[in-house]
């Protein structure tokens, strides 16, 4: 067993490692398996990344209506734009696959940091210093989770005006998923902000945080009114 800090940074570097290249190899896994890891004891993925994945699902949904409009008849005044709507959303995708990976890196970071020594005045030193940078990295990437979200729920929206209204239900799931990734990811965000000591930077969190749920709801409201006036008449 590791007998002193050099050996116990050393193994834990090695751990660490191995953590992150398991967490980069994530979404190549059966579906399947990813749900018996995040109903599993294991701390990863746990609540932010499993919110970012809530945010691919919609994603895709918004993603499945724009495909379904593009090359319909009678949507050809606005090919072009769901073209690159559909671009931006699969670059949304892929941006939320890493954001659901650094959200599992910046946990086992944080469970680190609190297992650092603390013998010495030095270690003790050190293990606060990287006890904070950790926690901000925790706080910081499931709010880039929401921010993410709420960038493509933009996208949708816009798909509930100019999108195959046979298909604007699915607009309605997009939209409902992408604001539970953002209320599921602020909850990492608020479990972590309070631990903050840096004044200006847990302002500009918090901040984002409020202005993002609030942003979120709206969008999702408005795509919601927008389809049922439109397709369910409800």
């Not at 929206?157 to 602020?186: K, M």
């Amino acid at each position: 067993m590791p007998r002193n800090a050099a050996e116990v940074n050393s193994a834990s570097g090695r751990r660490g490692s191995a953590v992150m290249e398991f967490h980069r190899s994530f979404y190549n896994k059966p579906f399947s398996e990813i749900i018996k890891m995040a109903a599993s004891r294991s701390h990863t993925p746990g609540g932010g990344s499993v919110s970012a994945m809530c945010g691919i699902m919609g994603a895709t949904m918004a993603e499945m209506v724009a495909n379904l409009t593009v090359s319909k008849a009678g949507y050809e005044g606005v090919s072009g734009e769901l073209t690159d709507l559909i671009a931006a959303l699969e670059k949304g995708i892929e941006e939320m696959k890493i954001l659901t990976m650094e959200d599992m890196d910046a946990f086992d970071r944080l469970l680190k940091a609190y297992r650092l020594p603390k013998t010495t005045d030095k270690e003790k030193e050190e293990r606060l210093k990287e006890i904070q940078r950790a926690t901000i990295l925790a706080a910081t990437v499931p709010l880039n989770i929401a921010l993410k979200s709420v960038e493509i729920l933009k996208i949708n929206r816009r798909l509930a005006d100019i999108g195959n209204i046979s298909v604007l239900s699915d607009s309605v799931v997009s939209s409902v998923l992408l604001d539970a990734a953002v209320r599921g990811a602020v909850v990492s965000v608020d479990q972590n902000s309070g631990c903050i000591k840096d004044p200006s930077v847990k302002s500009d969190v918090e901040g984002k945080r409020r202005s993002v749920v609030d942003e979120s709801q709206k969008i999702m409201e408005e795509t919601i009114a927008v389809v049922y006036a439109k397709e369910l008449k409800l």
